[in-house]
């Protein structure tokens, strides 16, 4: 398996920080281009009883948006490798990773995993976990520990 184009996910906790600092030590390793992507969805909140849902108005959305431009530019920061692309794109989580890995042709999908179980699984989800199931393309996930490992290179090349 040749790796010529990685792909990784943010959502700025801790974990997916650690995540990206993987995916760029393995695009400088293996020579390849690192695009960092972070995939939002507005909120929507219900309105009961009927379920309608309602959304938020342009100004709060202005101000949420204005809010992850700033913390994306904080990352590109502290990462500090020019080759690497920072994007910001709206849609569902999973579902929009997968299919920008297969659109635009990545080799390998690098996110956080918050290891989340029993009821924070089931009321949150997890989209770790429904990359793994979806994605057309190898998906390395990273949990973040207290003290992180250290990185296992050198990356064999297969």
Not at 1 to 10: F, R, S, W
Not at 100 to 117: P, Q
């Amino acid at each position: 398996m040749k790796i010529d184009k990685i792909l990784a996910a943010t959502d700025f906790s801790e974990t997916s920080e650690e995540a990206v600092k993987t995916a760029v030590a393995m695009g400088a390793r293996l020579h390849a281009p690192v695009t960092v992507v972070h995939v939002y969805a507005l909120p929507t909140y219900p309105i009961m009883p009927s379920g309608e849902m309602f959304v938020i108005g342009p100004e709060v959305a202005a101000g949420y948006l204005h809010g992850m431009a700033e913390q994306l530019k904080k990352l590109e920061a502290r990462i500090a490798d020019a080759g690497v692309r920072y994007r910001s794109v709206e849609g569902n989580p999973a579902e929009t990773l997968v299919q920008i890995a297969r659109d635009e042709g990545y080799d390998l999908i690098v996110m956080g995993t918050h290891g989340r179980t029993g009821l924070d699984r089931f009321l949150v989800g997890s989209v770790a976990e429904r990359v793994v199931r979806t994605a057309t393309v190898p998906v390395l996930t990273i949990r973040h520990a207290e003290k992180p490992a250290p990185l296992p290179f050198p990356v064999p090349i297969l």
